[in-house]
């Protein structure tokens, strides 16, 4: 099946169920929002994400039309963080359209975000697809950000009443690329932070397994005894919080601990 023939039967199989749940479409706002506490935790734990997020679209937004609204949402569908110029859209916040917004059908109805996170791929929407008239002259495209197969969020660049220029489908790819390399980097290094350091003995123990040592060639290496190499191998493993000693190996090249 053609995707462009999923999405359809999938925007279908999101208005059925709309209907089934008596979503009304002249909803002025989105039904579902996090609590002040919640929503509070939530930004707490996506504090890294929100701020690559603004760091990558402000960095673009100066090459861009001004028309344009960007939405970071987590994986559960909230609204982290909306980016967009003021004196254009003034009216977005009276939409109910904030941080701890839900974006799922439920709350807003079939919308780009909500089929993304379903369909687990890039969405557009032209206005007449979705569902709620809250959002009848939204053009949207959202598209998964994925870390290691995770999804971690979505990303949705929109614009109200004004068609997305055919340019924003190759630079939605270009700014997801950036986001997700530069949170991946953050965190890497947030984890690298975290994690108790190895010695220098440790470094060279790790280092020449890297290069295929064997146990018994690093012990005559560098002058330690076999069960000391071995002890090392598992203070190794747990100091960099893996589950084996090749997962170790792949770590510390990551975090360039080893070339």
């Known amino acids: 099946m053609l995707a462009e023939d999923i999405k359809s039967n999938e925007i279908l199989f999101s208005y059925k169920k709309c ?3 008596g979503l009304t479409k002249s909803i002025d706002a989105p039904l579902i929002s996090l609590k002040e506490k919640e929503m509070k935790r939530k930004l ?4 890294k994400f929100i701020e690559v997020f603004k760091k990558c679209v402000n960095r673009a937004h100066t090459k861009l039309n001004k028309k344009y609204i960007f939405l970071l949402v987590d994986s559960e569908g909230y609204l982290l963080d909306i980016l967009y110029n003021k004196k254009i859209y003034k009216d ?26 379903k369909l687990k791929q890039p ?18 495209i959202a598209t998964p950000l994925c870390i290691d197969n995770d999804i971690v969020g979505y990303l949705d660049i929109s614009t109200v009443k004004h068609n997305m220029a055919d340019e ?18 953050e965190m890497d290094l947030e984890s690298q932070e975290d994690l108790e350091k190895l010695t220098d003995k440790q470094i060279e123990i790790i280092k020449k397994c890297a290069e295929g040592y064997t146990e018994l060639a690093i012990s005559m290496e560098l002058g330690l005894k076999p069960a000391t190499v071995k002890y090392h191998k598992k203070e190794i493993i747990k ?15 990551k975090l360039n601990l080893i070339d």
Not at 44 to 47: I, M
Not at 94 to 115: H, P, Q, V, W, Y
Not at 123 to 140: A, R, S, T, V
């Open 239 to 253: 100091k960099l919080r893996v589950k084996n000693f090749q997962q170790a190996i792949a770590k510390a090249i």
């Open 92 to 117: 977005i916040i009276g939409l109910g359209i904030k941080r701890g917004t839900s974006f799922k059908e439920e709350s807003c109805g079939t919308n780009a975000i909500s089929l993304a996170m």
């Open 123 to 140: 969405i557009y929407l032209k206005p007449e697809e979705h569902y709620c008239d809250i959002f009848k002259q939204w053009y949207c």
């Open 168 to 185: 924003m489908i190759g630079f939605i790819d270009l700014l997801v690329y950036k986001i997700v390399n530069e949170y991946k980097r």
């Open 44 to 47: 707490q734990e996506n504090k």
């Open 19 to 21: 209907l089934e749940i």
